[in-house]
Protein backbone atom coordinates (compact mmCIF):
# COMPACT_ATOMS: atom_id res chain seq x y z
CA UNK A 1 0.00 0.00 0.00
CA UNK A 2 1.32 3.85 -0.55
CA UNK A 3 1.92 5.60 2.59
CA UNK A 4 1.22 9.17 2.92
CA UNK A 5 3.61 10.75 5.47
CA UNK A 6 4.03 14.87 6.37
CA UNK A 7 7.20 16.36 6.32
CA UNK A 8 6.88 19.31 9.15
CA UNK A 9 3.97 20.80 11.07
CA UNK A 10 0.35 19.71 9.96
CA UNK A 11 -0.90 23.79 11.70
CA UNK A 12 0.64 26.23 9.45
CA UNK A 13 -0.26 29.88 9.48
CA UNK A 14 -1.59 31.40 6.55
CA UNK A 15 0.60 31.91 3.70
CA UNK A 16 3.49 30.08 5.28
CA UNK A 17 4.17 26.78 3.42
CA UNK A 18 3.94 22.70 4.45
CA UNK A 19 5.52 19.40 2.23
CA UNK A 20 3.87 16.58 1.89
CA UNK A 21 5.43 13.28 0.98
CA UNK A 22 3.96 9.88 -0.59
CA UNK A 23 5.64 6.98 -0.15
CA UNK A 24 5.09 3.25 -1.40
CA UNK A 25 5.78 0.66 0.18
CA UNK A 26 6.17 -2.33 -2.66
CA UNK A 27 5.42 -0.17 -5.40
CA UNK A 28 7.94 1.75 -7.63
CA UNK A 29 6.27 4.85 -8.10
CA UNK A 30 7.76 5.96 -10.96
CA UNK A 31 5.77 3.35 -12.77
CA UNK A 32 2.33 5.01 -11.76
CA UNK A 33 0.72 8.25 -11.86
CA UNK A 34 0.14 9.87 -8.22
CA UNK A 35 -2.11 12.14 -7.24
CA UNK A 36 -2.69 14.61 -4.11
CA UNK A 37 -6.51 15.17 -3.00
CA UNK A 38 -7.77 16.45 -0.36
CA UNK A 39 -11.36 16.37 1.31
CA UNK A 40 -13.49 18.48 4.15
CA UNK A 41 -16.28 17.24 5.85
CA UNK A 42 -19.77 17.26 4.26
CA UNK A 43 -17.48 17.31 0.38
CA UNK A 44 -16.65 15.33 -1.85
CA UNK A 45 -12.86 14.64 -2.27
CA UNK A 46 -11.55 16.64 -4.83
CA UNK A 47 -7.78 16.33 -7.12
CA UNK A 48 -5.37 18.94 -6.17
CA UNK A 49 -2.45 17.56 -8.07
CA UNK A 50 -1.24 14.82 -10.27
CA UNK A 51 1.91 13.79 -11.89
CA UNK A 52 2.00 10.78 -14.78
CA UNK A 53 4.26 8.31 -15.02
CA UNK A 54 7.05 8.24 -17.77
CA UNK A 55 7.28 11.75 -18.71
CA UNK A 56 5.91 13.57 -15.35
CA UNK A 57 3.40 15.44 -16.85
CA UNK A 58 1.68 17.38 -13.81
CA UNK A 59 -1.73 18.73 -13.55
CA UNK A 60 -2.88 21.21 -11.01
CA UNK A 61 -6.59 22.61 -9.67
CA UNK A 62 -6.94 26.12 -11.08
CA UNK A 63 -7.71 26.63 -6.82
CA UNK A 64 -3.36 25.85 -6.17
CA UNK A 65 -1.92 27.06 -9.50
CA UNK A 66 1.24 28.71 -8.81
CA UNK A 67 1.06 27.77 -4.93
CA UNK A 68 1.32 23.86 -4.98
CA UNK A 69 4.01 22.11 -6.89
CA UNK A 70 3.93 18.01 -7.45
CA UNK A 71 7.61 16.50 -7.55
CA UNK A 72 8.94 12.96 -8.59
CA UNK A 73 11.79 12.05 -6.66
CA UNK A 74 12.78 8.64 -8.10
CA UNK A 75 15.89 7.65 -6.28
CA UNK A 76 13.64 8.32 -3.31
CA UNK A 77 10.84 6.43 -4.26
CA UNK A 78 9.12 9.62 -3.08
CA UNK A 79 6.37 12.07 -4.73
CA UNK A 80 6.11 15.05 -2.55
CA UNK A 81 3.71 18.30 -3.02
CA UNK A 82 5.24 21.40 -1.80
CA UNK A 83 2.57 23.92 -0.44
CA UNK A 84 3.32 27.65 -0.53
CA UNK A 85 1.01 30.73 0.54
CA UNK A 86 -1.11 28.54 1.94
CA UNK A 87 -4.70 30.04 2.62
CA UNK A 88 -7.11 29.06 5.10
CA UNK A 89 -9.49 27.44 2.01
CA UNK A 90 -6.30 24.78 1.86
CA UNK A 91 -7.33 23.32 5.02
CA UNK A 92 -8.12 19.94 4.20
CA UNK A 93 -7.60 16.12 4.95
CA UNK A 94 -4.66 15.18 2.16
CA UNK A 95 -4.65 11.56 0.33
CA UNK A 96 -1.70 10.27 -1.88
CA UNK A 97 -3.06 7.83 -4.73
CA UNK A 98 -1.77 5.67 -7.04
CA UNK A 99 -3.01 4.92 -10.67
CA UNK A 100 -1.32 2.64 -13.29
CA UNK A 101 -3.21 5.18 -16.15
CA UNK A 102 -3.89 8.46 -16.39
CA UNK A 103 -7.27 9.49 -14.97
CA UNK A 104 -5.99 11.62 -12.35
CA UNK A 105 -7.52 14.01 -11.49
CA UNK A 106 -10.66 11.11 -11.31
CA UNK A 107 -11.01 10.05 -7.59
CA UNK A 108 -12.66 6.70 -9.29
CA UNK A 109 -9.59 6.08 -11.67
CA UNK A 110 -7.00 5.98 -8.53
CA UNK A 111 -5.96 2.45 -7.78
CA UNK A 112 -4.50 2.83 -4.28
CA UNK A 113 -4.92 5.48 -1.76
CA UNK A 114 -2.88 6.34 1.12
CA UNK A 115 -4.21 7.27 4.65
CA UNK A 116 -4.92 11.08 4.74
CA UNK A 117 -2.69 13.34 6.72
CA UNK A 118 -4.35 16.59 8.34
CA UNK A 119 -3.06 20.16 7.01
CA UNK A 120 -4.69 23.29 9.38
CA UNK A 121 -4.19 26.68 8.03
CA UNK A 122 -4.86 29.24 10.68
CA UNK A 123 -3.84 31.99 12.39
Known amino acids: RCSCRRLGGGLVQPGGSLRLSCTAS????????VGWFRQTPGKEREGVSC????????WNADSVKGRFTILGDDAKNTVYLQMNSLKPEDTAVYYC????????????????WGKGTQVTVSS
Open 26 to 33: GFTLGYYA
Open 51 to 58: ISKDDRDT
Open 97 to 112: ALESGWSCPSVRGMDY
